[in-house]
T-cell receptor, first 113, second 113 residues
Framework: DAGITQSPRHKVTETGTPVTLRCHQTENHRYMYWYRQDPGHGLRLIHYSYGVKDTDKGEVSDGYSVSRSKTEDFLLTLESATSSQTSVYFC????????????FGQGTRLTVV | AQSVTQPDIHITVSEGASLELRCNYSYGATPYLFWYVQSPGQGLQLLLKYFSGDTLVQGIKGFEAEFKRSQSSFNLRKPSVHWSDAAEYFCAVGANAGNMLTFGGGTRLMVKP
């Protein structure tokens, strides 16, 4: 299995507070992704990174920001958490090899109350 | 933009019966197609992938999938289901290099003894 660690694994936070989720990889993969998983929607891409300091928006980026200062770390920040951001968040990584699959972390369950 | 549809939200099969999970995609070029499985509380594990060549691809755990360009489909099959196959299954299409995936909504498989 690819070495992808997400922290925390579970978090409960209050509406309006900032939250940062961390993804750490030991595979030296170039690409990193943040997805959210909601029933009936599968996984939807929030943001992605194609290198250190290189990031771009995905399908559902509103209310989220990301940063990647090192190859191994990709941070997802909810600036002011809302109840609609209650979800399971997955980090994924991938190489620059075309056709290669993405590798997923174990997920972070975030509840905004 | 690409999209993936999994028409069946839930499927229940008896142990030992055959299984087919449907997946239809929309993509302008030759797609890279994937099936992932997610056990409860876990991350996503790759079952198999297609990007070129033989349209029938074999995966892990006895699964296979057939790419049919004329039908824009990539259905997952298994000849005999085991109780341990109960999980959620996701079909995804990849956008060229970089492993960025667009997922279907998922199909939850339940296995009756």
């Amino acid at each position: 299995d690819a070495g992808i660690t997400q922290s925390p694994r579970h978090k409960v936070t209050e509406t309006g507070t900032p939250v940062t989720l961390r993804c750490h990889q030991t595979e030296n993969h170039r690409y990193m992704y943040w997805y959210r998983q909601d029933p009936g929607h599968g996984l939807r891409l929030i943001h992605y990174s194609y290198g250190v300091k290189d990031t771009d928006k995905g399908e559902v980026s509103d209310g989220y920001s990301v940063s990647r200062s090192k190859t191994e770390d990709f941070l997802l920040t909810l600036e002011s958490a809302t109840s609609s951001q209650t979800s399971v968040y997955f980090c994924a990584t991938g190489t620059a090899i075309e056709n290669a699959e993405a590798f997923f972390g174990q997920g972070t369950r975030l509840t905004v109350v | 933009a690409q999209s993936v549809t999994q028409p069946d939200i839930h499927i229940t099969v008896s142990e030992g019966a055959s299984l087919e999970l449907r997946c239809n995609y929309s993509y302008g070029a030759t797609p890279y197609l994937f099936w992932y499985v997610q056990s409860p509380g876990q991350g996503l594990q790759l079952l198999l992938k297609y990007f070129s060549g033989d349209t029938l691809v074999q995966g892990i755990k006895g699964f296979e999938a057939e790419f049919k360009r004329s039908q824009s489909s990539f259905n997952l099959r298994k000849p005999s289901v085991h109780w341990s196959d109960a999980a959620e299954y996701f079909c995804a299409v990849g956008a060229n290099a970089g492993n960025m995936l667009t997922f279907g909504g998922g199909t939850r498989l339940m296995v009756k003894p």
